[in-house]
């Protein structure tokens, strides 16, 4: 019974959260207190938002690195709206996020659909592209909390059943993205690009088609969360979210979400975040420098990557030999 749990990465996942949660625990009491967990969820809600977003590309065999660029951009072009148009509806200016972050996304989406350019070579320059814009757009200024209307930047943080707006949206997001891939064609082509490219096109997907809506969803979840970083931290700065693609790809990779594509979950992409968000929270308690940290961080990611990998071969070896036992039944017959 225990080796049938262990067969699925989300079990596993959260049996593991469970004992960093008592191991440290130990070491700070309350940390695992319904109140603090809250408060862990609620920071780490815009690393799951993101995260899945990554987790739509990753699935169609692609990758976003320019995501945590396009947080910077969004967030410094709303801020800068809001301040300039304090009279202007919040809803409007999140919907001005969602547009920003979705056409920052179609352009990733368009180089690799149109121009049959790599992912990685393109996000790569994109995420350069973007946080100069940004600059550009700013002229290396901050839009401080002073600049910002009450509604822009307290909306996020009211409570609602003790946990705030912004733990909420995320909530949101997770359901909405269930919904996504579990339920619609675009999130059966997803799984279908990533996992056999060659078998959808026979299916009638169109593979470039669906790695650009795979980069559009992710720039529109990182558009949103643009708006999320501002009013959360109270600041937009051409240098927001910096190096935070790197977590939304580890995200994805503890969380089973498989870099050759067609393998994972939102389950997976949601308990990675949380997984990092425990971390990330715990160390600093727990008195481990900052050094020591990113050093933790990056044997967790390398452990999840050899994890992944030994699980695709044992099943590829699984394929391999049905494909043997039925060729030589057809011999036989």
Not at 135 to 140: D, H, I
Not at 195 to 221: C, E, H, K, M, Q
Not at 246 to 256: K, S
Not at 259 to 270: D, E, F, K, P, R
């Amino acid at each position: 019974m225990i080796r049938q749990l262990f067969k699925f990465r989300e079990m596993l996942l959260v049996i593991i959260i469970a004992i960093l949660l008592a191991v440290f625990s130990v070491r700070s009491p309350g940390f695992a207190a319904p109140g603090n967990l809250a408060n862990i969820f609620n920071d780490t809600s815009i690393l799951i938002i993101l995260a899945l977003g990554q987790m739509t590309v990753i699935l169609t065999k692609s990758i976003d690195l320019s995501v945590a660029a396009n947080v910077a951009f969004t967030g410094m072009a709303v801020g800068m709206l809001n301040a300039a148009h304090p009279e202007l509806p919040l809803v409007l200016i999140v919907i001005v996020a969602l547009c920003i972050g979705a056409v920052l996304g179609a352009i990733n989406g368009i180089f690799v659909w149109k121009l049959n350019i790599p992912s990685i070579v393109v996000t790569l320059g994109t995420l350069t592209i973007y946080r100069g814009m940004a600059f550009v757009l700013s002229g290396g200024a901050w839009v401080n909390a002073h600049q910002m209307t009450a509604p822009f930047l307290q909306t996020p943080r009211q409570l609602f059943l003790g946990l705030p707006i912004l733990g909420w949206t995320a909530i949101v997001i997770v359901a909405v993205m269930y919904l996504v891939m579990s339920r619609t064609f675009l999130g059966r082509a997803i799984y279908a690009s990533g996992g056999n490219p060659t078998a959808a096109v026979y299916a009638g997907i169109d593979v470039g088609r669906t790695r650009f809506f795979a980069f559009v969803i992710s720039g529109t979840l990182a558009g949103l969360c643009g708006y999320l970083w501002v009013s959360r931290y109270a600041v937009a700065y051409v240098d927001i979210a910096a190096g935070f693609e790197l977590d939304t790809v580890a995200a994805c990779v503890i969380g089973g979400i498989s870099t050759l594509g067609g393998i994972g979950s939102v389950a997976g992409a949601v308990l990675g975040a949380l997984f990092l968000g425990v971390i990330k929270n715990a160390l600093p308690v727990i008195n481990i420098s900052p050094f020591a940290q990113m050093a933790i961080s990056g044997s967790v990611i390398i452990a999840a990557v050899i994890f992944n990998a030994r699980q695709e071969r044992r099943r590829g070896r699984i394929i391999l030999r049905d494909r043997g036992a039925s060729e030589q039944i057809e011999v036989a017959a």
